[in-house]
């Protein structure tokens, strides 16, 4: 079973839009997912948002041809202090992103960027987008650890926040 990397997932981009006209991070992952490239902790196939992060790090003069697919200004970010919500985060796919700690979390780290974790409302009204783990409908606000989250199907919740005035 291999591992991803931005190459494999650029070939596969082109590779999907060849055979089917155009892309969706789903088509990438199970394109992948037939190449027997998958997720080596879990052995599944890589997450949609596995297959976006790695199509963040495109390299500079490789341009994608999918107006939907685009890349964004700034590199995601972690920001979480709780060990089963980033061990949680590492077996989806996370593994490459830079962990911040909340209290190292400045509205200048944040601006612009898609976050994921628990970071501070404050600074959270300047990200893109924030994804936090939860359960159900709900964010996890207590510490549990990887497996438990797991079996009571724990999935990411994108919310944003706005400044009210």
Not at 25 to 38: E, N, Q, S, V
Not at 44 to 56: E, F, H
Not at 153 to 165: E, M, N, Q, Y
């Amino acid at each position: 079973m291999e591992s991803m990397s931005f190459e494999k997932v650029f070939d596969a981009y082109h590779q999907v839009l060849r055979e089917e006209g155009k892309v969706t991070y789903a088509a990438i992952g199970r394109y992948l997912a037939k190449r027997g490239i998958a997720n080596p902790l879990t052995g599944k196939p890589y997450s949609k948002q596995a297959v976006r992060i790695q199509l963040m790090k495109q390299p500079e003069g490789q341009a994608l041809r999918n107006r939907k697919i685009r890349k964004p200004e700034r590199q995601p970010i972690i920001v979480e202090d709780r060990p089963g919500v980033l061990d949680w985060l590492r077996k989806h796919g996370f593994g490459n992103v830079r962990v911040y700690k909340p209290s190292e979390a400045t509205v200048d780290l944040i601006k612009g960027r898609v976050v994921y974790g628990n970071p501070p409302f404050s600074a959270s009204v300047t990200s893109r987008c924030v994804y936090t783990v939860g359960v159900g409908a709900y964010p996890v606000v207590e510490d549990m650890p990887c497996r438990e989250l797991e079996s009571k199907g724990a999935r990411l919740i994108p919310f944003t926040c706005h400044r009210v005035k």
